[in-house]
């Protein structure tokens, strides 16, 4: 299939109120284009240079969201166009992300990225973790928006393993929004292999790479 056909027939399983996030990490901006000007707007990549470099060359109303790891001493290349950072994972990042944010006269949106899967290498917080930092420490910080949670399952074929750890991000989410910060809304979970189990468990934010643009190398 054409890139084209794949981008509609994934957006055709996608409900409206649910935000597709094209992730076009390692694929050249002439892809990106073609999904443009099919409408698409939100892409999401994991690397910053590669990030940095796509918004330079590409249309300036596109929304980048950085969806991988992210170094502290890296946030200063996307503070002053990134839209949406989905891997907040600690605390100092956050703390940089404000500081960088007030640089750049911007608030920026950020997810906080929990540890759902059972894999050892995911990056992110527990929900105990993040609890006594919200109460202590967000309120201090005026240059960042906390817009919900991501997460990334297990990669496995077991679909009751995936859809157990969906479940758990969404049970974070809600205890999150009725304890601590009653205005998130977002949580970003399903890739290519699940973004249709992840939406039944509440996701209404997906991030779809290869089922779009094809296999990476
Ligand atoms: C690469 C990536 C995706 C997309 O993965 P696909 O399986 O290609 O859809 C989603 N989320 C994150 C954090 C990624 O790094």
């Known amino acids: 299939m054409s ?15 649910v935000t ?10 002439t892809d990106i284009e073609v999904l ?3 409408g698409q707007r939100v892409f999401g990549e994991n690397r910053v240079q590669e990030l940095v ?3 330079e060359a590409l249309p300036k109303d596109i929304e980048w969201h950085m969806i991988g790891h992210l170094q502290s001493k890296k946030v200063k290349y996307i503070a002053p166009f990134v839209s949406l950072i989905h ?3 600690s605390f100092k990042l956050l703390q940089e992300i404000d500081k960088q944010a007030k640089k750049n006269n911007r608030i920026i949106d950020c997810l906080l990225q929990f540890h759902i ?14 609890t006594p930092l919200i109460e202590k420490e967000l309120k201090e910080l005026q240059n960042i ?7 990334m399952a297990t990669f496995t074929d077991n ?11 969404k049970s974070i989410f809600d205890s999150l929004k009725q304890n601590y910060l009653p205005n998130i809304e977002i949580i970003s979970m399903g890739m290519s292999g699940d973004f249709e189990l992840a939406i039944t468990e509440g996701s209404n934010m997906v991030r779809v790479g290869s089922s779009i643009f094809g296999g990476r190398n």
């Open 20 to 29: 597709l996030v094209a992730v076009s990490k390692t694929k050249p901006a």
């Open 3 to 17: 890139l084209t056909k794949n981008y509609h027939y994934i957006l055709n399983k996608i409900p409206k109120e």
């Open 159 to 169: 679909e009751a393993i995936v859809k157990t750890e969906f479940k758990s991000l």
């Open 145 to 151: 928006n906390i817009k919900g949670v991501m997460g």
């Open 36 to 38: 443009y000007n099919e």
């Open 53 to 55: 470099e796509k918004h």
């Open 87 to 89: 891997s907040v994972d």
């Open 117 to 130: 899967a059972k894999e050892e290498t995911k990056y992110g917080f527990d929900l105990e973790d993040v």
